[in-house]
């Protein structure tokens, strides 16, 4: 019988994290050795190629997965990790994803689906994930903050260096009388244009438009095309404020792809 069938329980401790058998070896690399004799470079890689029987990938791949699987676990259990985040929100509404995650989590015997309980051995798996966050990652608390990040076609590869860069422009442009801002607009990733400060005692600016993202990835790409026709923000904040929001979204719209090449391949 396939060791896989007997319930996890019943061949380990459930009480213990997911590994607990491995043996370290200090003098041989990769140091951790499973029951079967095959070495792995850390928990977490016996974990997710070992048992679960997936491509490591990049580094940040394997990271992004890694930790999008841990916070999926802590929102199923909310018992082992504190958690804000019900399990739905982390798949940002695309319930196509969420089912073939929850049939792939139920498939491996870690939990029944996305809105059951974990298993014993999902939720030592959970443990294990828990204990093996990196040093970057561990301050980041579980959950949405924690996958935030790895969203986008860039993987958060280049995260720090457009936070440098595109921070500058907007401390530039704090001085301006109409201004683009990146803002957390509830759990979206969004871009506010602020008018001219109004009002004889306090004076504030007025949102006159606004536009909500899927990822952190996509709001910095439309963001940083805005920073580098920064000379038309005047004129673009005029014409918000004229016309109203859906003119101002027209205008963009026709000039960003109208400076594009036609590829015909």
Known sequence: MDQHEIP???RRNPSLPFGYWCIADPEGYPHLIDELG????????YIWCGRLGMARGSNWEFTATTEFLLAVLAA?????????ESVNDLFAGAWDIARNYASWLEGHKLAEGLTGDLTPEGRAILVALASTRSAEAAPIPIGHPTVAPWRGLDGGETHDERERVLGVNEAFA???PGRFV???IGREWGIKLIGAPEGANIPLGRVLWTMTFPDQYARDRLFAWLVHRIDRWEAWTALASKDGAQAFTEHILRLRFADETIDLS
């Not at 095959?38 to 890689?45: G, N, T």
């Open 8 to 10: 996890y329980e019943q």
């Open 182 to 184: 990146r803002e957390q």
């Open 76 to 84: 199923i259990d909310r018992r082992v990790v504190d958690i804000e």
């Open 38 to 45: 095959r070495r792995w470079p850390s928990l977490r890689e």
């Open 174 to 176: 704090e001085n301006l």
